[in-house]
């Protein structure tokens, strides 16, 4: 491939965004397994929340006049029992938080505010108001409301809004199918003995872990043959993916049989290589209906560019409508250099509403303490050649 497929940092993330153009298929699961699941339709309230008038503490229900001062205790309404209006003039309820209160009652005084009570009377205080503690019917949602969009990641709080409705199945989309695989006949996995000459897989466990970090489950393939028919024959066999992640094998210093086997395959790059450091050989296309995303083999260069160009098109694939990164807003703690020119994905650690960028941004990105010591990352402009103590910044955080 050829130089006119190096694009912009924008352009890569449009770009790559651009591959998600379908949904997956539905399917109904029940509430209990659908945390972190994609809601393929929009939730509705089909009962009112509250459903019925309720009492927002323990206390006496009673109906507001002025210059009420002492009530007789008429019953006492327990959560979950239904009492009848029933009130005669100067009487109250006792009742208990979240019990139904009766339609001849509109105002709560808790215990603690009452001037006197015991078993059978109260005093209550002139400076209760109308409607104190009283949870009304329909006053959070109505009936109709939308509750929750198609599109909707499950997060436990719209599990709890799920269970207010008696809901116990819901359609979602189809969790994707995604394999990850690195390259390099000199790779181990981690329950082999790598020699002196041999190095372990990093980038297949980080990727793994990184994408179930973000809700996506994916299955480890092992490494790609480090020969180019067998390698074409490997990539035949993994159509019915709806995602291949391979990490090295596309530096176009390299062999690059990656994108050789897979342009044997039927694959289209939307982009093969981007003005970036690190990460510079990232490739991404379509092989078929799936997509394909090469990283770099360096595992820093791996991890970070995955994080920032294949998570938001998993989310977006999955059918989530907030499939974008929100960056916050700090300001630089020391000052230190970038190379202009390009987009530079600097490592770095927010403590205090502060960026600390590691190790003075001198560090390769075929390091791995780099990572494990950040938990953010900040995006240069290409213009941009250093960056001042207390600069404002915008930083993704991991």
């Known amino acids: 491939m050829g130089n006119e497929h190096t694009v912009s940092f924008d352009e890569a993330i449009a770009l790559s965004l651009g591959l998600a153009s379908s949904k997956p298929h539905h399917e109904w699961v029940s509430v209990f397994e659908a945390l972190g699941r994609t809601l393929a339709c929009e939730i509705t309230c089909k009962k009112n929340l509250p459903s019925y008038n309720n009492a927002a503490l323990d206390g006496f229900a009673f109906k507001y006049q002025e210059g009420l001062s002492e009530l007789a205790i008429k019953t006492t309404i327990l959560a979950g029992s239904v009492v009848e209006p029933c009130l005669d003039a100067k009487e109250c309820y006792k009742i208990m938080t979240g019990a139904k209160v009766p339609s001849d009652a ?121 020969h180019l028919e067998a390698a074409t024959e490997y990539f035949a066999r993994m159509k019915q993916y709806d995602v291949l992640v391979t990490s090295g094998g596309v530096s176009r210093g390299e062999a690059d049989f990656v994108e050789r086997a897979l342009l044997k395959n039927g694959f289209k790059a939307s982009f093969h290589g981007i003005n970036i450091k690190p990460g510079k050989p990232t490739m991404m296309g379509k092989m078929g209906e799936t997509i394909v995303a090469s990283m770099p083999g360096n595992p820093l260069a ?88 207390n600069a404002p910044m915008r930083i993704l955080v991991f």
């Not at 600390?356 to 010591?373: C, E, I, R, T, W």
Request: glycine share 8%; charged share 20%; proline share 3%.
């Open 106 to 226: 509109d105002t709560i005084i808790p215990f603690e505010e009452c001037l006197l009570y015991d078993e059978q009377k109260i005093v209550i205080s002139p400076s209760i108001k109308q409607g104190n503690a009283l949870r009304l019917k329909g006053e959070e949602e109505r009936v109709g409301a939308s509750l929750l969009s198609e599109g909707t990641c499950l997060t436990s709080r719209d599990i709890a809004l799920l269970a207010s409705q008696g809901i116990n199945m819901v359609d979602v989309y189809k969790k994707l199918s995604i394999a990850v695989f690195s390259t390099g006949d000199e790779l181990k996995s981690p329950w082999e003995n790598a020699t002196e000459d041999e190095i372990y897989d990093i980038n297949a466990l980080s990727l793994v872990a990184l994408l179930a970090e973000h809700g996506f489950g994916a299955h480890y393939c092992g490494v790609i043959p480090d």
């Open 302 to 389: 791996a991890y970070v560019n995955a994080f920032l160009f294949l998570i938001p098109v998993l989310k977006k694939l999955q059918g989530q409508k907030k499939f974008n990164f929100e960056p916050i807003d700090v300001h630089n703690a020391e000052s230190f250099k970038v190379k202009s020119g390009r987009v530079n994905l600097v490592l770095g650690s927010v403590i205090d509403g502060k960026f600390h960028v590691f190790g003075a941004n001198k560090y390769g990105s075929g390091m791995v303490k780099p990572l494990v010591q950040s938990n953010a990352l900040w995006i240069s402009d290409e213009s941009i050649d250093h960056v001042g103590e």
